[in-house]
C-alpha cells in the first residue's frame, strides 16, 4: 500500500508541475495578443490540483506538497515513518516533470522551465510571502482533512481554490508557489541554465512554506474543538479511510 501511495504522490506532484509550470511556459511562448496571464497560470496550477485530490486522494490522502506532509506530520495527523517516503516520491515527480519540460521543449522556446524567483522583494520578504501564503493553503486543507464538519466531496474543490488564490495573491512577487517540490524542480534546470537566482533563492521556497504549513496546522489543531477532530491516522490503512468522500 506504501508503494501505491507513493506513486499517487509522484504522479499528483508530477502533473502539478507539468501543467501548472507548462502554462507558465507556454504563456511566455505565446504572442502579446495570445497571452492569457497571471489568471490563465493561477487557473492552470488550481484546477491541476483540484482534479489530482479527487482522482488519487483515495491513494495517498493527496498531499503533493512536501510542505503540507511536514505540517500533518507535526499536527500528528500524519505518521512521521511516511513522511520521508512522500518526500521522495513529491520531489522526484516535480524533477522528472521539470525534466521532461527541458528535454522537450528547451530548443523550442526562451523558457525558465516556470522557476519561482523574487520579483523586486527581498529574500526575508519573500519567505514572509510564502509562509502566509501556504498558511492559508495548509488552513483550507486542515478543514477538509481533519474537521467532521467538512462538507463530504468538498475537499478538490476547496484546496484548489485555495491554490489559485494564493497563485493570483502572491503570484507577483514569489511566483505564488506554496511547495518546495513545485519551486525545486524547475530551478534545477533553470538555474544550471537561464536563472541561477532560481538555485541561490531556492531556500525560501523551502523554508517559507514549510514554515507556513506547520503554523497552519497547529493554528487550526487549536482553533478546533476536540469533538470534532477526525482520528489521527496510523497507518495507511487509516489514512485512506480519512479522505474525505470525494476528494
Not at 106 to 113: H, L, M
Request: glycine fraction near 12%; include cysteine.
Amino acid at each position: 500500500m506504501l508503494t501505491r501511495a507513493m506513486v499517487a504522490e509522484f504522479v499528483g506532484t508530477f502533473a502539478l508541475v507539468f501543467a501548472g509550470c507548462g502554462a507558465i511556459i507556454a504563456n511566455s511562448a505565446l504572442k502579446a495578443e495570445d497571452k492569457f496571464g497571471g489568471l490563465g497560470i493561477a487557473l492552470a496550477f488550481g484546477l491541476t490540483i483540484m482534479v489530482m485530490v479527487y482522482a488519487l486522494g483515495p491513494a495517498s490522502a493527496a498531499h503533493f506538497n512536501p510542505a503540507v506532509t511536514l505540517g500533518f506530520c507535526i499536527a500528528g495527523r500524519f505518521p512521521w515513518k511516511f513522511a520521508p517516503h512522500y518526500w521522495i516520491a513529491q520531489v522526484a515527480g516535480a524533477v522528472i516533470a521539470s525534466f521532461f519540460h527541458w528535454a522537450l521543449l528547451n530548443e523550442a522556446v526562451n523558457v525558465d522551465f516556470g522557476a519561482t524567483t523574487l520579483k523586486d522583494i527581498n529574500s526575508g520578504t519573500g519567505l514572509i510571502v510564502e509562509a502566509i501564503l501556504t498558511l492559508f493553503l495548509m488552513v483550507v486543507i486542515m478543514a477538509v482533512a481533519t474537521d467532521k464538519r467538512a462538507a463530504p466531496g468538498i475537499a478538490g474543490l476547496a484546496i484548489g481554490s485555495a491554490v489559485i488564490v494564493g497563485a493570483l495573491g502572491g503570484g507577483a512577487f514569489t511566483g505564488g508557489s506554496m511547495n518546495p517540490a513545485r519551486s525545486l524542480g524547475p530551478a534545477i534546470f533553470a538555474g544550471i541554465q537561464v536563472r541561477p537566482e532560481a538555485l541561490s533563492q531556492l531556500w525560501v521556497y523551502i523554508v517559507g512554506p514549510c514554515l507556513g504549513a506547520v503554523l497552519a496546522a497547529l493554528l487550526y489543531e487549536y482553533l478546533r474543538p476536540a469533538e470534532y477532530a477526525k482520528g489521527a491516522p496510523q497507518d495507511l490503512v487509516d489514512l485512506a479511510r480519512a479522505v474525505p468522500e470525494g476528494g
